[in-house]
C-alpha cells in the first residue's frame, strides 16, 4: 500500500513539474513571445490564408461569442451526418453499422461539446474514419476551441480597459498547433511504444490456450488515447475506456494518461496569472483548486482502501481495498486516484468501473463534476471558477463596505445578472434532468418505447437514483464518464443528454466571457487600502467556502436520496 | 431639532409599523420583494392546506398544518414590520423636520412695492417676501436685499445666531428658521413641495425610494439563489416518489421558505431606509439613496483646510521684538494697532498680549484714527492724535512701505520672518512710523484629533486632500502637522476642479464640501458634493447632500454611513446563505426518515421527530428576522482595518457564526416544540 500511496503522490508531483512550466509557455505563445514553437508559424500562416482570416484583426467579446458559435455548428452538422452513415462509408473494416438519428445526435452533441458521453462502444459503434475524423477531430477542436476562449478571457483583463480580446481564429489555431499537436504526438508514441495499438487493420484473431478462438478489436488507438486524456475529453477508443488492457496496457501508460489529463487545465491557471501580471491571483486560485482536489482525493482514497463494509461483514478480510471493479494491474489506490482527478477535470475516462465504488466515493465523483471548478475542462475550468469568483467578489466586496470590483472593474447588476444565470443553470439541468428520469422511472416505467424506462436501472434503489444523477451531472459538467449500469442508449437518454450537454457547455463559456468583456470595457479603479484583495488567503477562504455552499445548497437533498442514503444502509 | 435620538424604538413607532405590517401584505406591495413575496404564495399554500386537512390526514394533522402557516404568515409579518419600522423612524425623523416647515404667514412683496399677508403654502418660485426681527422665516430663499442676523437652531441645534446677507457665499436662508435683527428681502427658490427637506422627508418615508445599484444587483443574486431552491423543492417530489416517500406540502413548502434567503431578504429595504435615516440623524440630506451608497466608495476627499482642518482663523502665537525694541513696548504697540481690529487675528493679538502680560492696560487714545485693511496696502493699524503711526501687515506690504521712507530692514527681522514662514506660521510685520519694530507669529490651529481622523480615513483607503488659499510653503507645513495626504494651495475655483477631474479620469471617485458659488462647477463634478445649509442656491443645487450642521468634517462620517450601508447587507447575507446549512440538517433527515431510516445519521442534531424539526427550523428563520432588526436599523459597524482584515472580521462572525447559531437555535426550539409534536 505504501508503494502504491507513493505511486499517485509521484504522479501528482511529476503534474506539477510539467504543468507549471507549461503555463509559462502558454502565457508566452499567446502574447505573441519569442518561444522555439515559433518554427511553426509559416503552417499557421498558411492556414489563415486558406481560411481567409486575417489573425490580427481584434474582436470584441459578442464577436468571439459569434465565432465560436458559427464553427461549431458547423461541426455539429457535419459529423451528424458521417456518424449516421459510417456504414456506406470508407475505413470500416469491422462493418460497423450506422448510428440512429437520436444516438448519432447525442456522440457528435456529446463530441463538439468536449464531453464524450459514449452511449454506443467504440469496438463495434464507429469506424475508423468516425474515430478519426469525427472522435479525434473533435477531440483536438473542442479542447482548442476551450483553450481559445479562456484565452480571449485573459485578454480582458491584460489591459486596464480594452475593447479588444484578442483574435477567436488565432487563438483557435495557436491552441492546436502550439500546445494540443505537439504534445499529442510525443504523448502517442510514448503510448504506442508501451503497447498500445496503432493500427489500420480491423479485428485480429487469436487462439486462447484452451482453443477458443478470440477476435481482438485494434486500430490507431495511441493517437487517440492520448488527445482524449490532454484535451480532457475522455472518449475511449475502446468500450472499457482506459480499463481496457490495450487502451491502459501498465501501471507507467496509466501514469502517463493520468498525468496528460491534469496539465493543461492547471498550465491555464498558471498562464492566466504570467499572462495578467498577477501572479498572486494565479497562485491563490491554484490554491484553492488544488485544496478542493484533495479534499476530495483523501476521502475517496479512504472509502475505497477501506473496503467494502458488506464484504468485511462476512469475515472477509480486505488487504488491498475494495477491488471491484478495478484493475488488478493498476490497483485500488491508483484506481481511486484516477477517478478523483478524472472528475474534477471533465475528462470523463475511466481505469476502473465508477459504478462498482463505494457510495461515498460516488459522492465525491458527483461533487467533484458539480463543483467541475478544480482545475476542470481545458480552458473552462478557469471560466468555472472566475464566476464562483465574481459572485464571492460581490458578496466579499459588500461585506467590506465598497461597491464590488474584479481586478479594478466595478462590478454592477448587469454582470451579477449574467453569473446568477450561468450558476442557476447547472442545478437546474442536473435536477430537473435527474427529476424527469426519476419521474418516467417510477410514473411510465412500461411506456412502449425503444427501451421501456423500467428496463433503465440495473439496481434501482438509491444505487439506481445515483446512476441517474450521475449521467446527467456528467453530461452537464462535460465530463463524460458514466456510473454505468444505466441503459442509456435509448431516445429517452439519449435526447435528454444531449440538450443537457448542449447547455451545459455554452451557457457557462458565453457568461463568463460576456463578463469578462464587459468588465473589461468599464473604467479601471486603482487600488487603495480600501480595495478588497483577492489575491489573500481570506479571500481564497471566501471563495472556497462560496463553492462549497453553492453546491451543497443546490444538490444535498439529491445526494441525500442517491449515494448517502446508500452509504447510511450499507454502514447500518 | 434633536440632533439624534438615540432610541432605536418608542411605543407610537412600534404601533404603527404593526398597523403597516399587515397593510404591506397586499400582493401588490409584496411583489417588490421577490423574495418575499414567494414566502407569501407559500403561506396562501398552507392556508389551504389546513382547511384540506381538517377532515384528511393524507397531508398531516390539522394541528401541525395550521401552526407551519402561522409561522410562516409571521415570517412575512417580522419582514413587513421590519421595512415598516424602518419608514417609522425615518418618518419620525422627518415629522420633526417638518414641524419647521408648519404653515407661516409670509409678506409677499409685491411688483409695486407694497405688501401683502399670505400663507406660506402660496409662495411660488421667484416670489419675493420680507422678514422682519422676530419672524420666522415662511420657506427656503435667497436673500436678495439686506443683512440679518439669524437663529437657526430649529435647523441645526446650534444655538448661536449666524449672520445671512445678500451676495456672496452666505446668502440662503432655511424655511423655519427665525430673523432676530433687522429686515431682509428673500427670493424663494424652489416651488411648495420642492425644497430638499421636502424631497428628504419623501425618500425617508418611502414614497420615492428607488433602488441602489447595488440594492438591485444583490435582489437579482438573491432571486435567482430562490430560484434555485424552487429548483430544489420542485425536483424534490419526483424524487421522493422514486424512494417511495411521501412528501406532505407542509414539508416541502417549510424547506423551501427555510431554503431562501428571508432573513436577507426581509431586512434588505429596512436597511436601506436605515442609512439614509442615519444620515438624516447626522443632520445630512441626501438627495438620493445613492449618494449615500456612493460616498462609501470614496477614494478622494478634498476638505477646505480652514474650519475642516484648523480651527477657523488664525491666532497670534508670539511676539518677536526687533533687536533694540523693548518687548513690552512692542507689546503694546501692537495692541494699540489691534484695538479696532475686529478679525479674528486682531482679536487674537489682544488676547495673546492679555495672556503675557496681564496687568496691561492701554487706553484707547483719543483723536485716535483706526486705518481698515484693504486689498490695496495690505495692512490696518492706527494713527493717534499725536502723530504716531502703526502699522501692521504682511512682510511685503511693510518692507514697501519701510523702503518707500528710506528705513533698511534689520537682518533680524528678515530671519524671523523666514523663520515663521517656515514653520507654516504667518508673520506679522508691525512698523512704527514706518519702521520696522518687529513680527507677530500667527500660526493656524490644528482641530484636535483631526489627524487621527485622517489615519482612519487612510486605513479605509481614502486620501485625504487640503484646499488651502495659503502659499505653499505654509500649505505644506500644516498638510504635514495635520497628516492629509496631499495639499492644494494658493488654491482657485478652477484648481479644484481640475484636481478632481484628474482623478476621476484615473478611475477614482471624488467627494468634496463646499458652500460658494464659485464652488458649485466642482460640487457637480465631484461624485459626491455636500453643500453647506449655509452656502449659496448655485452650490445646494450641484451637490447630491446638504449638511444642515455646516460642518465640514461631516464627509468624514458620510463616508462611514455609505460604508456601512453596504457592509450590513453583505454581513446580512452571508449569515441568511450560512444559516441554510442548519436547515439543511434540520428538513431533510426528517423528509425522509420514515422512508428511509438510515437517514437518522444525517439527523446529527439528535431533533425528536419530523415535525418538530421541520417546525423548529421555520421558527428560527421566522423569529431570526426580528432579531436582527436593531442591527439592520443600527448599521454593522465598520471598522477601518483594511479590507482584507475587515472581510476576515466579517466572514468569522456572520459566515461561521452563520452556519453555527442555527444549529443551536433550531436544537432549543426543538426541545420545547417537541413536546408538543
Known amino acids: 500500500m505504501q508503494t502504491e500511496l507513493l505511486g499517485i503522490i509521484a504522479t501528482f508531483a511529476l503534474t506539477l513539474v510539467i504543468a507549471i512550466p507549461l503555463g509559462n509557455y502558454l502565457a508566452k505563445v499567446f502574447a505573441g513571445k519569442r518561444v522555439w514553437t515559433n518554427i511553426f508559424s509559416p503552417l499557421e500562416n498558411l492556414i489563415y490564408k486558406i481560411a481567409g482570416v486575417n489573425p490580427n484583426e481584434q474582436m470584441d467579446w459578442k464577436q468571439h461569442l459569434k465565432a465560436m458559435l458559427t464553427i461549431n455548428t458547423l461541426w455539429l452538422i457535419y459529423g451528424f451526418f458521417v456518424l449516421m452513415y459510417q456504414d456506406r462509408l470508407p475505413l470500416n473494416p469491422d462493418g460497423n453499422a450506422g448510428m440512429s438519428p437520436h444516438l448519432a445526435l447525442n456522440t457528435i452533441i456529446s463530441f463538439v461539446v468536449n464531453c464524450n458521453l459514449q452511449h454506443y462502444s467504440g469496438e463495434s459503434g464507429v469506424s475508423y474514419l468516425t474515430q478519426q475524423f469525427i472522435v479525434m477531430f473533435l477531440q483536438f477542436v473542442s479542447a482548442a476551441t476551450g483553450i481559445a476562449i479562456a484565452i480571449s478571457f485573459f485578454k480582458a483583463f491584460k489591459e486596464k480597459t480594452t475593447n479588444k480580446l484578442g483574435n477567436f481564429w488565432q487563438h483557435f489555431t495557436l491552441a492546436i498547433t502550439r500546445v494540443l499537436l505537439p504534445l499529442s504526438i510525443v504523448i502517442a508514441l510514448v503510448l504506442a511504444f508501451n503497447g498500445v495499438p496503432a493500427s489500420y487493420e480491423g479485428k485480429d484473431q487469436l487462439t486462447s490456450l484452451q482453443g477458443d478462438s478470440i477476435s481482438v478489436s485494434r486500430g490507431p488507438a495511441a493517437a487517440m488515447v492520448a488527445i482524449k486524456h490532454l484535451g480532457t475529453n475522455g472518449g475511449g477508443w475502446f468500450g472499457a475506456n482506459s480499463a481496457h488492457p490495450l487502451e491502459n496496457p501498465s501501471y507507467f501508460t496509466n501514469m502517463v494518461e493520468a498525468i496528460s489529463q491534469m496539465i493543461i487545465p492547471i498550465a491555464m491557471v498558471i498562464a492566466f496569472g504570467i499572462f495578467i501580471g498577477r501572479r498572486k491571483l494565479a497562485w491563490t486560485i491554484f490554491g484553492v483548486m488544488t485544496i478542493g482536489f484533495l479534499l476530495l482525493l483523501v476521502p475517496t482514497l479512504q472509502s475505497e482502501l477501506g473496503g467494502n463494509p458488506k464484504i468485511a461483514q462476512l469475515g472477509i478480510t480486505q488487504v488491498s481495498g475494495a477491488m471491484e471493479g478495478k484493475e488488478v494491474r493498476f490497483g485500488p489506490t491508483a484506481t481511486a486516484y484516477w477517478s478523483t482527478i478524472t472528475t474534477v477535470v471533465s475528462t470523463g475516462s475511466v481505469n476502473g468501473m465508477h459504478d462498482s465504488t463505494m457510495p461515498l466515493t460516488g459522492l465525491y465523483q458527483l461533487l467533484a463534476m458539480m463543483i467541475n471548478a478544480f482545475y476542470g475542462g481545458c480552458g473552462v475550468g478557469l471560466l468555472n471558477y472566475f464566476v464562483y469568483l465574481i459572485i464571492a467578489v460581490f458578496i466579499a466586496g459588500l461585506m467590506v463596505g465598497r461597491t464590488p470590483e474584479f481586478l479594478g472593474h466595478k462590478l454592477e447588476a448587469r454582470e451579477v445578472k449574467i453569473a446568477a444565470l450561468v450558476t442557476l443553470i447547472s442545478p437546474f439541468l442536473i435536477m430537473c434532468g435527474t427529476a424527469l428520469a426519476s419521474y418516467t422511472f417510477t410514473q411510465h416505467g412500461n411506456a412502449a418505447w425503444d427501451t421501456t424506462p423500467s428496463a433503465w436501472l440495473n439496481n434501482p434503489n438509491f444505487h439506481g437514483f445515483s446512476e441517474m444523477l450521475y449521467e446527467v451531472t456528467s453530461s452537464n459538467a462535460n465530463n463524460g464518464s458514466g456510473f454505468e449500469g444505466l441503459g442509456d442508449n435509448n431516445m429517452f437518454w439519449n435526447i435528454l443528454t444531449a440538450i443537457i450537454l448542449l447547455f451545459g457547455r455554452f451557457i457557462p463559456i458565453i457568461g463568463p466571457l460576456a463578463i469578462a468583456g464587459l468588465l473589461a470595457k468599464k473604467k479601471y479603479i486603482p487600488e487603495s487600502a480600501g480595495t478588497l484583495k483577492i489575491d489573500t488567503k481570506t479571500f481564497a477562504l471566501m471563495t472556497f467556502a462560496i463553492i462549497l455552499v453553492l453546491n451543497a445548497l443546490s444538490y444535498f437533498p439529491a445526494l441525500a436520496l442517491g449515494p448517502i442514503a446508500e452509504y447510511f444502509t450499507m454502514i447500518k | ?677
Open chain 2, 1 to 677: 431639532m434633536e440632533k439624534s435620538s438615540t432610541k432605536l424604538l418608542n411605543s407610537a413607532m412600534v404601533s404603527i409599523a404593526i398597523k403597516q405590517s399587515f397593510v404591506k401584505l397586499n400582493p401588490l406591495t409584496m411583489l417588490k420583494n421577490p423574495v418575499m413575496f414567494t414566502v407569501e404564495i407559500g403561506t396562501l399554500i398552507m392556508a389551504g392546506v389546513s382547511v384540506y386537512s381538517i377532515n384528511n390526514s393524507s397531508e398531516g394533522s390539522f394541528a401541525y398544518n395550521f401552526s407551519v402557516f402561522l409561522v410562516l404568515l409571521l415570517t412575512l409579518l417580522f419582514a413587513n414590520f421590519a421595512e415598516a419600522i424602518a419608514e417609522a423612524r425615518g418618518k419620525a425623523q422627518a415629522d420633526s423636520l417638518r414641524k419647521t416647515r408648519e404653515e407661516t404667514p409670509a409678506l409677499l412683496l409685491l411688483a409695486d412695492g407694497t405688501t401683502k399677508t399670505i400663507s406660506s403654502n402660496d409662495l411660488q418660485k421667484d416670489d419675493v417676501f420680507v422678514c422682519k426681527a422676530g419672524d420666522l422665516i415662511p420657506t427656503d430663499g435667497e436673500i436678495i436685499e439686506g443683512i440679518a442676523t439669524i437663529d437657526e437652531s430649529a435647523i441645526t441645534g446650534e444655538s448661536a445666531p449666524v449672520i445671512r446677507e445678500a451676495g456672496g457665499d452666505k446668502s440662503s436662508v432655511t424655511g423655519g428658521t427665525k430673523v432676530l435683527s433687522d429686515e431682509i428681502k428673500v427670493k424663494v427658490t424652489a416651488q411648495p413641495g420642492e425644497s430638499f427637506l421636502d424631497k428628504m422627508i419623501a425618500l425617508v418615508e418611502g414614497a420615492s425610494r428607488q433602488k441602489t445599484p447595488n440594492e438591485i444587483a444583490l435582489t437579482i443574486l438573491l432571486a435567482s439563489f430562490t430560484l434555485i431552491f424552487i429548483i430544489v423543492c420542485v425536483t424534490l417530489k419526483p424524487f421522493a416518489t422514486y424512494a417511495q416517500t411521501p412528501i406532505t406540502i407542509a414539508s416541502l413548502i417549510a424547506l423551501f421558505v427555510c431554503l431562501i434567503p428571508t432573513t436577507i431578504g426581509g431586512l434588505l429595504s429596512a436597511i436601506g431606509i436605515a442609512g439614509m435615516d442615519r444620515a438624516l440623524r447626522a443632520n445630512v440630506i441626501t438627495k438620493s439613496g445613492k449618494a449615500v451608497e456612493t460616498a462609501g466608495d470614496i477614494d478622494v476627499l478634498l476638505l477646505d483646510k480652514t474650519g475642516t482642518i484648523t480651527i477657523g482663523n488664525r491666532k497670534a502665537t508670539a511676539f518677536y521684538p526687533n533687536d533694540g525694541v523693548d518687548k513690552s513696548e512692542f507689546v503694546k504697540l501692537s495692541y494699540l494697532a489691534s484695538l479696532a481690529d475686529q478679525t479674528p487675528e486682531g482679536k487674537s493679538i489682544l488676547e495673546l498680549a492679555h495672556q503675557e502680560y496681564p496687568n496691561l492696560i492701554v487706553a484707547q487714545p483719543e483723536n485716535a484714527v483706526f486705518i481698515a485693511f484693504t486689498a490695496e496696502t495690505r495692512s490696518s493699524g492706527i494713527d493717534t492724535g499725536d502723530g504716531l503711526s502703526i502699522r501692521k501687515g504682511s512682510f511685503d506690504a511693510m518692507k514697501f512701505f519701510a523702503q518707500q521712507h528710506g528705513h533698511e530692514l534689520s537682518s533680524n527681522l528678515i530671519v524671523q520672518v523666514k523663520k515663521i514662514a517656515e514653520n507654516g506660521g504667518t508673520p506679522l510685520v508691525v512698523n512704527k512710523n514706518h519702521q520696522p519694530i518687529g513680527v507677530i507669529e500667527l500660526q493656524d490651529i490644528i482641530k484636535p484629533g483631526i489627524s487621527e481622523r485622517f489615519e482612519r480615513l487612510r486605513k479605509m483607503g481614502v486620501k485625504t486632500v487640503m484646499v488651502t488659499g495659503d502659499n505653499p510653503l505654509t500649505a505644506k507645513y500644516i498638510a504635514e502637522k495635520a497628516g492629509v495626504d496631499d495639499f492644494i494651495a494658493e488654491a482657485k475655483p478652477e484648481d479644484k476642479m481640475n484636481y478632481i477631474k484628474a482623478e476621476q479620469q484615473a478611475g477614482k471617485l471624488v467627494a468634496m464640501m463646499g458652500d460658494g458659488t464659485n464652488d458649485a462647477p466642482a460640487l457637480a463634478q465631484a461624485d459626491v458634493g455636500v453643500a453647506m445649509n449655509s452656502g449659496t442656491q448655485a452650490a445646494k443645487e450641484a451637490g447630491n447632500m446638504v449638511d444642515l450642521d455646516n460642518d465640514p468634517t461631516k464627509l468624514i462620517e458620510i463616508v462611514e454611513i455609505g460604508k456601512q450601508l453596504l457592509i450590513t447587507r453583505g454581513t446580512l447575507t452571508t449569515f441568511s446563505i450560512a444559516n441554510d446549512v442548519a436547515k439543511y440538517f434540520a428538513i431533510v433527515p426528517a423528509l425522509f426518515i420514515a422512508a428511509i431510516p438510515a437517514l437518522q445519521g444525517l439527523n446529527i442534531m439528535g431533533l425528536k421527530s419530523p415535525e418538530s424539526a421541520i417546525l423548529s427550523a421555520v421558527v428560527f428563520n421566522a423569529i431570526i428576522i426580528p432579531l436582527l432588526i436593531p442591527l439592520a436599523l443600527k448599521g454593522v459597524a465598520y471598522k477601518p482595518i483594511g479590507a482584507s482584515a475587515l472581510l476576515r472580521r466579517n466572514l468569522l462572525i456572520y459566515g461561521i457564526g452563520g452556519v453555527i447559531a442555527p444549529f443551536i437555535g433550531i436544537k432549543l426550539i426543538d426541545l420545547c416544540i417537541g413536546l408538543f409534536f
